[in-house]
């Protein structure tokens, strides 16, 4: 991870084993020597590697066959933390967590993307320096921040890319306006994608292929498939909410195209519907709060947006096969109608195989997915086994 050292680790073999030590159990050193096929040696020289920097710490005694019960070591997802941001068109969640993505404080707040990013991400990184002050830890425990952002993101260089709803955000270093605020290591994606990363890690982390699908003022898709994250070429894998829906052919798009889903099917579109039957909507929750309350004619905006969004998954779902569509954002806050709406087109247009086992539901992780996606990216770097033995080798030279 970028900030760790100036220089090529050497291989050390230690951040290979402490994968092992992830699930979170406890292992002796001979179960170590079984599982890995190492020396006791070389077990035991690793443990102290990693014992060293803070990654393992004693874990008590294992049950005892006959003898001394031998010592057992586990992870010490406390020795540093993360700062998680999720930032979205009119929202920010923000969330210091350790390296095992447990919360240790938590804060959202309105906000304007469309504000200067300079402004943005001063707000960023004040609110963040106080909420590690509030988890009772220090900025040089950081050891990382993650970020998702409503929009197209380079990934590797962490820039956006001409964002819709980001104006003057094009090409902004991000990760070194954050560094130079902060003084830790900053990874930049997608909102959807941290987003559809957080729900995987937390709630189906045995599901190898699913696609998260955010439906909010805007609408994007997460893709996981073989159990990784999939971003594509330049980072625009997911960008569903600038697909054509069939037979729309009036409505334009702020990106400039004819009849793109979220322009036919997010918030923005539904608010304006209502709008002009009557209704007084000021924001996307507003339409939500509509449907809880029983209105006909939200509840029917609601669903017609689900049915025109099930118009572009199906091609998805014929494409990819994933064996889970999770539905998240304000939006999916609507009950069933939205849920309903994507379900009768997806069923209906994808071929059998394709649908034989395929479930469409709400997310269950809600507005946290965001924020614990934006902490996994730091930790998944953190925790990679080159990256621990930089950190191996540069307090063996200290």
């Known amino acids: 991870m970028e900030g760790l050292q100036k220089f090529p680790p050497r291989p050390t ?23 890995t096929g190492q020396a006791r040696s070389t077990v035991a020289a690793r443990i102290d590697a990693l014992t060293a920097v803070g990654l393992l710490a004693p874990a008590g005694e294992a049950t005892s066959t006959g003898g001394r019960p031998p010592s057992t070591f586990a992870f010490a ?57 509030e988890a009772g830890r220090r900025l040089d425990e950081l050891a990382g921040v993650g970020i998702g952002l409503p929009g197209p993101v380079d990934h590797a260089a962490g820039r956006p890319v001409s964002p819709p709803i980001m104006p003057g955000w094009h090409g902004t270093d991000v990760p070194g306006i954050l560094h130079g605020m902060l003084g830790a290591p900053v990874v930049v994606d997608n909102d959807v994608n941290v987003m559809a990363l957080g729900e995987h890690r937390t709630v189906c982390p045995d599901e190898q ?62 608010a304006d519907r209502l709008r002009r039957g009557g209704a007084h909507i000021d924001t996307t929750q507003d339409i939500v709060d509509l449907v809880r309350a029983g209105d006909i004619a939200a509840s029917q905006a609601v669903r017609q947006a689900g049915r025109d969004i099930g118009l ?9 096969n994933p064996s889970r569509i ?21 069923y209906q247009r994808s071929l059998p ?19 614990v996606g934006a902490a996994t990216l730091v930790t998944d770097r953190f925790l990679a086994p080159h990256s621990i033995d930089a950190l191996i080798t540069v307090k063996e030279d200290t």
């Open 13 to 35: 073999g230690a951040g290979d084993m402490f994968q092992l030590f992830r699930d979170g159990a406890p292992r002796t050193r001979a179960s170590l020597v079984s599982e």
């Open 77 to 133: 997802p406390t020795n540093r933390i993360v700062l998680g941001v999720d930032l979205g068109a009119t929202h920010a969640r923000l969330a210091v967590t350790d390296l095992a993505a447990n919360a240790l404080a938590a804060t959202q707040a309105p906000l304007a993307i469309s504000d200067p990013p300079e402004r943005v991400l001063a707000w960023v990184a004040e609110t963040g320096a106080a909420l590690v002050a």
């Open 209 to 270: 292929n699913l696609l998260f699908v955010k439906v909010a003022t805007g609408i994007g898709a997460g893709v996981v498939m073989d159990g990784e994250l999939r971003r594509g070429a330049q980072g625009a894998a997911g960008d569903i909410g600038h697909v054509a829906v069939p037979g729309e052919t009036d409505t334009t798009c702020r990106c400039g195209n004819i009849g793109c889903l979220e322009a036919v099917a997010g918030g923005g579109a539904i």
């Open 312 to 320: 572009v998954l199906a091609t998805s779902v014929s494409m990819l």
């Open 326 to 346: 999770i539905v998240g954002g304000i939006l999916s806050g609507a009950g069933e109608h939205l849920i309903a709406g994507i379900r009768e087109i997806v």
């Open 353 to 371: 195989l394709a649908t034989q086992h395929l479930r469409i539901v709400t997310s269950r992780a809600g507005a946290q997915a965001g924020v």
